[in-house]
C-alpha cells in the first residue's frame, strides 16, 4: 500500500461513523424541537383568534347590559312618580330585578289603565339587548 496503516485507516473511519452518528441525532432532536415549537406557535395563533372573538363578545354584551340598564334607569323614574295597582305593587316588589322590572313594567299599572306615555317611550327610546 501507499503508506496506508489499515489498522489507523480502520479507527479513523469508525470515528467518522460515530460522528455522523452523533450529526444524525442532533439534527433528528432539532428537527422534533422545531416540529414541537410549530406545533405550539399553531395553538397560541388559535388561542389569539378566541381571545379576540370573545373581547368583541364581552363589548357587545357589555354594550348591552348598558342598554338594559338605560332602560331600568327610565323605568325606575317612571315608576317612581306613578301610582302603582296595590295589587301589582306587591307582586312587583317579590319579583323585583332589573330584568322582571323590563317584563313587568307594562302590568304594573291597574286595569283599564295605559301604559303612561314617559314609559312607553323610555321603553322605545334605548336599544336593548340585540335578538340572535
Known amino acids: 500500500m501507499l503508506g496506508l496503516d489499515t489498522q489507523n485507516f480502520t479507527s479513523s473511519a469508525k470515528k467518522l461513523q460515530d460522528e455522523n452518528s452523533n ?14 415549537l410549530l406545533q405550539r406557535l399553531e395553538i397560541m395563533e388559535q388561542l389569539l383568534e378566541k381571545n379576540a372573538v370573545m373581547e368583541i363578545s364581552l363589548l357587545n354584551l357589555n354594550a348591552e347590559l348598558e342598554a338594559v340598564r338605560k332602560k331600568n334607569s327610565v323605568l325606575r323614574s317612571c315608576l317612581s312618580r306613578r301610582r302603582l295597582c296595590p295589587r301589582r305593587r306587591r307582586r312587583f316588589r317579590l319579583a323585583a330585578g332589573p330584568s322582571s322590572l ?31
Open 102 to 132: 323590563l317584563r313587568c313594567a307594562p302590568f304594573l299599572w291597574c286595569k283599564g289603565e295605559e301604559l303612561p306615555s314617559d314609559i312607553a317611550v323610555g321603553m322605545n327610546s334605548v336599544e336593548g339587548p340585540s335578538e340572535k
Open 23 to 36: 450529526l444524525k441525532e442532533a439534527c433528528k432532536a432539532n428537527q422534533d424541537e422545531k416540529a414541537f
